[in-house]
Structures are given as C-alpha cells and as structure tokens.
Nanobody, 127 residues
Framework: QVQLVESGGGLVQAGDSLRLSCAAS????????????VAWFRQGPGKAREFVAG????????YYADSVKGRFTISRDNAKNTVYLQMNSLKPEDTAVYYC????????????????WGQGTQVTVSS
C-alpha cells in the first residue's frame, strides 16, 4: 500500500512558477523495481482527468503531455521518496487540481491504469 500526499499548489499569475511535491509513504517507491512509475495528472473544471507528466521510478525516464512540454519538469528524490513537478511559465489553462499517482506496472497515459492516488492540490493561474 502506498499513501501519496501532494503539496505546493496555490494561486499565481500567468508567467509565474510553482513546484508541486508528492510525498509517498507506506511502501517506498523504490520497491517497484523495474516498471513502477509515478505521474502527475490534472483535472480542470468540467474536464476529464488528463496526464501531465510521468517518471519511471527505476531508470528515471520522463514523459510529458504536449501542452506542458518545455514548461514543466518532473523529477524524483529517491532518498526522500518524493516526486516533484516544477511548473514554469504558467498559463490560465493550467488551472486545475493536480494529482500524483502510482502505477505499479509502469508508465501509462491513462488514469485508469494507476493504482494509488493522492488527494490533489489546487493550482489556479490568473491572467
């Protein structure tokens, strides 16, 4: 079992930056040796939950949605069992609740494939 807690959301202006954190507890992410992955999803008002960025826990390969590529960076700290999402050049369309999630089988762009979810953190970008 893995518990995930997101933090770092807030209200910012367009062009600003935020760094989200996802702290895992219960079962260290490093135990998912070969294929485990952690991803950030977001869900805006009236929209479906969408993939934002993901990282393969063991080898560190990263994946991004086209809408955030070049602006967002996902990273991990193995010792702290934490995944980060650095968000730069934020836009109003980035406004959403951001969730981190764990997929024991490996990286996937579909939310239904993820086994564990955090409670989410709100990001609001004003124009």
């Amino acid at each position: 079992q893995v518990q995930l807690v997101e933090s770092g959301g807030g209200l910012v202006q367009a062009g600003d930056s935020l760094r989200l954190s996802c702290a895992a507890s219960g079962r260290t992410l490093g135990r998912y040796q070969m294929g485990g992955a952690v991803a950030w999803f977001r869900q805006g008002p009236g929209k479906a939950r969408e993939f934002v960025a993901g990282i393969n826990w063991s080898v560190g390969g990263t994946y991004y949605a086209d809408s955030v590529k070049g602006r967002f960076t996902i990273s991990r700290d193995n010792a702290k069992n934490t995944v980060y999402l650095q968000m730069n050049s934020l836009k109003p369309e980035d406004t959403a609740v951001y969730y981190c999630a764990v997929d024991r089988a490996g990286i996937s762009f579909s939310a239904v494939d993820y086994d564990y979810w955090g409670q989410g953190t709100q990001v609001t970008v004003s124009s």
